[in-house]
């Protein structure tokens, strides 16, 4: 099965909104167009779907490998607030072990400034 085979069956991103562009070998790019439903009270993105959106690419990151990776860990820091267009978050995985990965997603607004930076370890099922 492949990435985008698994990815559609990933019914909480689709919800949210997330389209997976690519992932492949350690990598992925995911996109969200910033809706009335990703807003908060403040008029801005919410942390939750700017998580949501570096999730499914850490996910598709994560398992393009061809075996099972689950998040153990995750930290995201939120840099500038986000409030229409289109978020793109980049994954890349870092030097890592066998049944250790680590991973960095970078999520971007419409004019390409950092919003978040997302860091993610997860356990690969080898």
């Known amino acids: 099965m492949g990435m985008n085979e698994h990815f559609e069956k990933d019914a909480f991103s689709k919800h949210c909104g997330v389209r997976l562009i690519e992932a492949s070998d350690g990598r992925a790019v995911a996109q ?5 439903e990703h807003l908060n009270h403040v008029g801005t993105v919410h942390g939750g779907a700017i998580f949501a959106l570096a999730d ?23 840099l500038k607030a986000a409030t229409a267009g289109v978020l793109t978050a980049t994954a890349r995985q870092n ?9 960095e997603i970078n999520i971007t607004d419409s004019d390409g400034q950092l919003i978040a930076v997302f860091h993610g370890l997860t356990y690969n099922k080898v």
């Not at 969200?32 to 009335?36: D, S």
């Not at 499914?56 to 939120?78: K, L, R, T």
């Open 95 to 103: 030097p890592a072990g066998r049944r250790i990965g680590s991973y």
């Open 32 to 36: 969200m167009t910033v809706g009335p």
């Open 56 to 78: 499914a690419a850490f996910a598709a990151a994560s398992n393009s490998h061809g075996f099972v990776a689950v998040a153990i860990n995750i930290n995201i820091s939120y």
